[in-house]
């Protein structure tokens, strides 16, 4: 009987403490679930600051048309679109609706282009120099980032949206006069004459 006795006070002992024991993992395991429902908590209590968008860009945009001898132009500019932006740059002649066009990119503010026309020269004319950036999704990441990704932070007279539905875009534009119509035309437009030399 005592052997019995003795058998049964250890078997309780055991189970006693495997119950402290399981008990205090119990109580260890609810506390990081406690202190991820606090956090949850506060995420869908408290939301977590955002960081505040770009201010809108006001482009600008200037450009210089050069007339070389051979009759065909240069195109220069400078904006406040950031570098790397793409943009394409044409020439097109009102009267027949023929283009020229090239592509090329900001760089520290500046970019160039030309010459332009057909190797013949352009003939005296009414042009008009368009120069358009590409949609946000074609432009770096850098660009998108100043831009927004469908160029929501554009803004300023040259900004439209894009013809494709793919956000706002830049497209600037202004009329030349090339050759002996500057003579006849009355029209605000900018008019540009042969060098002496041209043939």
């Known amino acids: 009987m005592r052997r019995w006795g003795v058998a049964l006070l250890i078997v309780l002992l055991t189970a006693c403490s495997g119950s402290k024991e399981e008990q205090q993992d119990a109580e260890n395991s609810s506390d990081p679930a406690e202190s991820t429902g606090n956090q949850a908590a506060n995420a869908s209590g408290e939301p977590e600051a955002e960081e505040p968008e770009p201010s809108p860009l ?33 020439v097109e ?12 990119q900001v760089e520290d503010g500046r970019f160039h282009v030309g010459p332009l026309g057909p190797g013949s020269g352009l003939p005296d004319g009414v042009y008009r120099l368009s120069v358009a950036s590409m949609e946000a999704s074609v432009q770096s990441s ?29 497209e600037y534009s202004r009329r030349i ?21 041209a043939s």
């Open 58 to 90: 006001t482009v600008t945009m200037e450009t210089t048309i050069g007339l070389r001898t051979d009759r065909r132009v240069t195109v220069s500019g400078e904006t406040n679109l950031p570098d790397d932006t793409q943009v394409n740059v044409m």
């Open 142 to 170: 850098q660009v998108r980032q100043r831009i927004g990704p469908e160029g929501e932070y554009l803004a300023g007279e040259w900004v439209t949206q894009s013809r494709h539905g793919l956000g706002q875009v830049v």
């Open 93 to 104: 002649r009102e009267q027949s609706g023929v283009r020229w066009r090239e592509r090329t």
């Open 177 to 197: 006069v090339i050759g002996s119509e500057s003579r006849r035309t009355r029209d605000d437009v900018d008019v540009l004459t042969y060098p002496s030399d």
